[in-house]
C-alpha cells in the first residue's frame, strides 16, 4: 500500500495553485441527469472522488468525455438507459453519490442508492434528503440496505422547511424541485460557496432559482433543463490547507486560484492569530509566523468556520504559546486525528465535542494512520513541521480530495515523496 513520507523542516516559497472545488463539482456532475444534453465543465479537479462519481454516473447511463480530464476539463451527457440505481460497491466509496437521488428520481420517477459509505466521520444520515424528497411527492421504501423510491405521478413543488442546515440536502432537493411540476419553497438551506455554484450552474441550464431570503429558495419547477458549460469554483478548503501550511512553515507562500470572499472565517482567524499575510484579487502569500495568542473556535455552517479545515487548524493552533480551543458542532466523530498528532508531539485533549489544544515543543515525525480525507492532510501538515520522518500510512484517504499533494508541496521546496 502507498505511503507518503515527509521529512519536515523545510520551509515552502513559491506558488501553489489551487484547483477546482471536489464538493463543487460532484452534485453539478449529478444534475447532468437533468437534462439530455451535454454539460460541459472546466477547472474540475482530476480526484479519486471525481473518478468514482464518474462511474455512479456511467453505471446510470451517463457518457463521460474524460480524455481532458488532465487539463481539468469534463463533459457529461445524461443517455437514459432504464437503469435507476446507484449500486453498494460505487457508493460504499464515497457518499456524495447519494446526490444522485435527487435529480434520478425527478428525472425518471424512480431511483434506488445504497445507504452510503465515505468518511468514517460520524453516523451522517440521509434523513433530511429523504424528508425533503418526500415533500415532493416521493414514496420510500428501506430495503436491503437500499433506498428505493418512486414517485409514479411526477414530483410536484411544495413547501419545505429543513430541520437542520445540510449541504447534501439542500443539493438534492434544489435539484429535485428543478423538474418538479410548479413551485417550491425550501426554507433553512446550506449556502455554502458549493450550493450557490450548483445554483448558478443549475440556472445556466435553464432552472429558475431564486433568493427571496438569506436561506429561503423559490425554484419554479420545469419540464425541461438545457446543457450548459461551466467554471466550477476554486477549492476554499484546499486553499485553507495550503495556507495554513503557509503560517506553519511558508516563506512568502503564494497560494494562487482562490476566491478571497470564501476564505473569509479562515482569514478572520489568521487575523486573531497575527499571522503574516498579503490577500491579493486572487492570490495570498503567506509567511511563518510566531503565534503568542490562544483563539476559541467552533465549527459551523458557513459563513462560520468549516469543519473540512478542523483538523488543519489544530495543528497551527498547537504552535501557539497559548491555550485554544475547538467545538466541533457538525460531525460528532471527529477527532480522529487528535490521538495521531499527539504521537508527534502535539498536546490536545478532548472533552465530547470540544478540544483543548495547549502549547506544545517541536513535534517529532512518526509513523501514522490517516482516518479519514481532512484528519490525513493534517497529518501532512504536522509532518512538514515536524523533525525527522512521518510517515503516513492509508493514504487514498488524501487521494479523494487533494490533488498532486506531494507535487504541489514538493516543487515548493517541502521534502515529501509518495512510496509503494
Ligand atoms: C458536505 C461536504 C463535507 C462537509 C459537510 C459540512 C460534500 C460532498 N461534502 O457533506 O465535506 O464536511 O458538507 O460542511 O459536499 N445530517 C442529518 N441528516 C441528513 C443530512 C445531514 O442529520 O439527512 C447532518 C449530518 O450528520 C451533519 C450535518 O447534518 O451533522 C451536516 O451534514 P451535511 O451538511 O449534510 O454534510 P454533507 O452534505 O454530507
Known sequence: ????????????????????????????????????????????????????????????????????????????????????????????????????????LARKKEASVSLPGGCAIGARPIDMHIDALKKLGAEFVLDSGYVNCKAPKGLKGNKIDLKKISVGASENIIMAAS????????????????VIDLIKCLKSMGSE??????RKILIQGKENLRGTTHEVIPDRIEAGTYMIAG?????????????????????????????????????ISISKSDIEVGVNLQTEEYPGFPTDLQAQIMVLLSKSKKNSSIIENIFENRFMHVPELNRMGTQISIEGNKSIISPSSELIGAPVMATDLRASVSLVLAGLISKGETIINRIYHIDRGYEEIEKKISQCGGNIKRIK
Open 1 to 104: 500500500m502507498e505511503k507518503i513520507v515527509i521529512t519536515g523542516g523545510e520551509p515552502l516559497s513559491g506558488n501553489i495553485t489551487i484547483g477546482g472545488s471536489k464538493n463543487a463539482v460532484l452534485p453539478i456532475m449529478a444534475a447532468c441527469i437533468l437534462t439530455d444534453e451535454a454539460v460541459h465543465l472546466t477547472n474540475v479537479p482530476n480526484l479519486q472522488d471525481i473518478q468514482t462519481m464518474i462511474k455512479v454516473l456511467e453505471s446510470l447511463g451517463v457518457k463521460a468525455d474524460i480524455s481532458n480530464l488532465s487539463q481539468n476539463k469534463l463533459t457529461v451527457c445524461y443517455e437514459d438507459i432504464n437503469k435507476n440505481i446507484a449500486e453498494y460497491d460505487l457508493v460504499r466509496k464515497m457518499r456524495a453519490s447519494v446526490l444522485i437521488l435527487g435529480p434520478l
Open 179 to 194: 423538474l418538479a411540476s410548479g413551485e417550491s419553497e425550501i426554507n433553512n438551506i446550506a449556502i455554502e460557496p458549493e
Open 209 to 214: 432559482i431564486d433568493f427571496i431570503g438569506d
Open 247 to 283: 503560517a506553519l512553515i511558508g516563506n512568502n507562500l503564494k497560494i494562487q486560484n482562490i476566491e478571497p470572499d470564501h476564505m473569509q472565517n479562515i482569514l478572520n482567524v489568521f487575523e486573531e492569530l497575527k499571522i503574516d499575510f498579503k490577500l491579493n484579487k486572487d492570490s
